[in-house]
């Protein structure tokens, strides 16, 4: 029952992003133009698609801890999971692979729903093969257009630094499948 509970507040939550303007999208998407005319390193956009199977016998998103509070809390506060999830370069989860997002999420604010992310992008095909990239930061899970920093990477994106723009791309309830859309921003040595 308190799996169910959680499945719904992430579902309403997922739900709400789908409904989302891209005015910030737009914002960001200009910012990066401006900047990218005045530097000298690297630039690269990626665009991306993270496949997040929430539960079942081929979850890719795990409970590892909690705290006292998190099962009386409305927003998990205290509730750390794992995730390797597939990241492809569409929003079908059959698409081509392009890598795992593997880190740790940590449902951290006590009022609204924000989780403390750590998460590597750890790349496996393509031009990016064998490189990574460290996505760190507060996700505000209940927003659209999640901006987190770029704080590092290796291989090719050595020295990287940028952000990335998030939003659900979709969920469906029944499977507990959600599919998220990322686009990088990054600068690189």
């Given at each position: 029952?308190?799996?169910?509970?959680?499945?719904?507040?992430?579902?309403?939550?997922?739900?709400?992003?789908?409904?989302?303007?891209?005015?910030?999208?737009?914002?960001?998407?200009?910012?990066?133009?401006?900047?990218?005319?005045?530097?000298?390193?690297?630039?690269?956009?990626?665009?991306?698609?993270?496949?997040?199977?929430?539960?079942?016998?081929?979850?890719?998103?795990?409970?590892?801890?909690?705290?006292?509070?998190?099962?009386?809390?409305?927003?998990?506060?205290?509730?750390?999971?794992?995730?390797?999830?597939?990241?492809?370069?569409?929003?079908?989860?059959?698409?081509?692979?392009?890598?795992?997002?593997?880190?740790?999420?940590?449902?951290?604010?006590?009022?609204?729903?924000?989780?403390?992310?750590?998460?590597?992008?750890?790349?496996?095909?393509?031009?990016y093969n064998g490189s990574t990239l460290c996505i760190l930061g507060r996700n505000p899970i209940g927003s659209t257009n999640r901006e987190l920093p770029i704080v590092g990477g290796s291989?090719?994106?050595?020295?990287?630094?940028?952000?990335?723009?998030?939003?659900?791309?979709?969920?469906?309830?029944?499977?507990?499948?959600?599919?998220?859309?990322?686009?990088?921003?990054?600068?690189?040595?």
């Amino acid at each position: 029952m308190e799996k169910l509970g959680t499945i719904l507040i992430l579902f309403s939550l997922l739900i709400a992003n789908t409904y989302a303007t891209s005015k910030e999208a737009k914002d960001a998407e200009k910012w990066f133009q401006n900047y990218l005319s005045r530097r000298k390193e690297k630039v690269a956009k990626l665009h991306f698609y993270i496949q997040d199977a929430l539960g079942g016998p081929n979850a890719t998103l795990w409970e590892v801890a909690r705290s006292e509070i998190t099962s009386d809390s409305p927003t998990m506060f205290g509730q750390v999971s794992v995730l390797d999830d597939k990241i492809t370069a569409e929003p079908d989860r059959n698409s081509e692979e392009l890598g795992r997002a593997q880190g740790l999420i940590t449902s951290a604010d006590l009022r609204v729903s924000g989780l403390a992310m750590n998460m590597n992008v750890v790349f496996t095909s393509g031009p990016y093969n064998g490189s990574t990239l460290c996505i760190l930061g507060r996700n505000p899970i209940g927003s659209t257009n999640r901006e987190l920093p770029i704080v590092g990477g290796s291989g090719v994106f050595r020295m990287a630094r940028g952000f990335s723009i998030s939003n659900t791309y979709s969920y469906d309830p029944v499977e507990n499948y959600g599919v998220l859309e990322y686009t990088v921003y990054v600068f690189y040595a």
